[in-house]
T-cell receptor
Framework: SAVISQKPSRDICQRGTSLTIQCQVD?????MFWYRQQPGQSLTLIAT?????????ESGFVIDKFPISRPNLTFSTLTVSNMSPEDSSIYLC???????????FGPGTRLTVT | AQSVTQPDIHITVSEGASLELRCNYS??????LFWYVQSPGQGLQLLLK??????LVQGIKGFEAEFKRSQSSFNLRKPSVHWSDAAEYFC????????????????FGIGTKLQVIP
């Protein structure tokens, strides 16, 4: 498995501001993933982050809104920019481990935008 | 494209009773299958996984799941539920044949919220 931490665990932000979420893994990983879990819904993949290259975004998500950094093999950040109440969600990072690429998740960041 | 259906959004069981959470998937071959649990305010924890071989897989916390190819199902079971099992459970599927861009894309179901009553 993997030990993954996220900061902050929760935050309440005002409309129009930005929040950067940090994800730290206990050992080096190639791929890191960022998901969004809106209230009452399942997980939706925002983007994948490979160290040393630009993040790859899923349909419906753009870099201007969700810029991602991946400066090394144990750390990544996701910024939620120019927030609106619709961005209120839990944001989770995950990593792949094991021979069959199973994913392990961090505890999540609960974001509320007012 | 692969998809996952969890037909029960909310289930209530009595403590000590047995539990079965349903999961059906849509995929042309045998996918990789997972069950995750999310306790309130927590991230997702991997309960168990199926890749190949024995169709009955054992997981953590006393859970098991059975892969039934003929029914395209991967139902999660526990013989006796504890109050601490109250959480949301997500079934997920991944395509073993596609490692797109170096990773395996996982599709999650909408989740089943389990309530345990004394």
């Amino acid at each position: 498995s993997a030990v993954i931490s996220q900061k902050p665990s929760r935050d309440i932000c005002q409309r129009g501001t930005s929040l950067t979420i940090q994800c730290q893994v206990d050992s080096q990983v190639t791929m890191m993933f960022w998901y969004r879990q809106q209230p009452g819904q399942s997980l939706t993949l925002i983007a994948t982050a490979n160290q040393g290259s630009e993040a790859t975004y899923e349909s419906g998500f753009v870099i201007d809104k969700f810029p991602i950094s991946r400066p090394n093999l144990t750390f990544s950040t996701l910024t939620v920019s120019n927030m609106s109440p619709e961005d209120s969600s839990i944001y989770l990072c995950s990593v792949e481990r094991g021979p069959n690429y199973e994913q392990y998740f961090g505890p999540g960041t609960r974001l509320t935008v007012t | 494209a692969q998809s996952v259906t969890q037909p029960d959004i909310h289930i209530t069981v009595s403590e000590g009773a047995s539990l079965e959470l349903r999961c059906n998937y849509s995929y042309g071959a045998t996918p990789y299958l997972f069950w995750y649990v999310q306790s309130p305010g927590q991230g997702l924890q991997l309960l168990l996984k199926y890749f190949s071989g024995d169709t009955l897989v054992q997981g953590i916390k006393g859970f098991e799941a059975e892969f039934k190819r003929s029914q395209s199902s991967f139902n999660l079971r526990k013989p006796s539920v504890h109050w601490s099992d109250a959480a949301e459970y997500f079934c997920a599927v991944a395509d073993p044949g596609i490692i797109s861009g170096g990773y395996q894309k996982v599709t999650f179901g909408i989740g089943t919220k389990l309530q345990v009553i004394p």
